[in-house]
């Protein structure tokens, strides 16, 4: 069983920059898909970034691609996700989610496809 816990959530100002992480036990993210996902107020869940195991190839949704950035350190179990340039848009409710058997191939990575997920980090974007 995988145990995924986000943290790194908060405030910050349009056009500053975040840094969310996703901490994992009970297995190895190097051994997983992991994916970030989000969802605001009143809207369904998003699928924004996945990050492949072994091969540690990405794959972005069109509305952060060239912003946010999905990284995995192998040492410490974690996979991060550098987001800047935020926008007011971005607000939402951050989560990270992986599987081992998955491999992301599409820009938006479906929840459907992952078995493990964290309780979300609260990201609000406004001056």
């Known amino acids: 069983q995988t145990h995924l816990v986000e943290s790194g959530g908060g405030l910050v100002q349009p056009g500053g920059s975040l840094r969310l992480s996703c901490a994992a036990s009970g297995s190895t993210l190097d051994y997983h898909a992991t994916g970030w996902f989000r969802q605001a107020p009143g809207k369904e869940r998003e699928g924004i970034a996945c990050?492949?195991?072994?091969?540690?190839?990405?794959v972005y949704a069109a509305s952060v691609k060239g912003r946010f950035t999905v990284s995995r350190d192998n040492a410490k179990n974690t996979v991060d996700l550098q987001m800047n340039s935020l926008k007011a848009e971005d607000t939402a409710v951050y989560y990270c989610?992986?599987?081992?058997?998955?491999?992301?191939?599409?820009?938006?990575?479906?929840?459907?496809?992952?078995?493990?997920w964290g309780q979300g980090t609260q990201v609000t974007v406004s001056s």
């Open positions: 990050i492949n195991r072994s091969d540690g190839s990405t």
């Open positions: 989610a992986a599987d081992p058997d998955l491999y992301c191939s599409d820009s938006e990575p479906q929840s459907r496809d992952f078995r493990s």
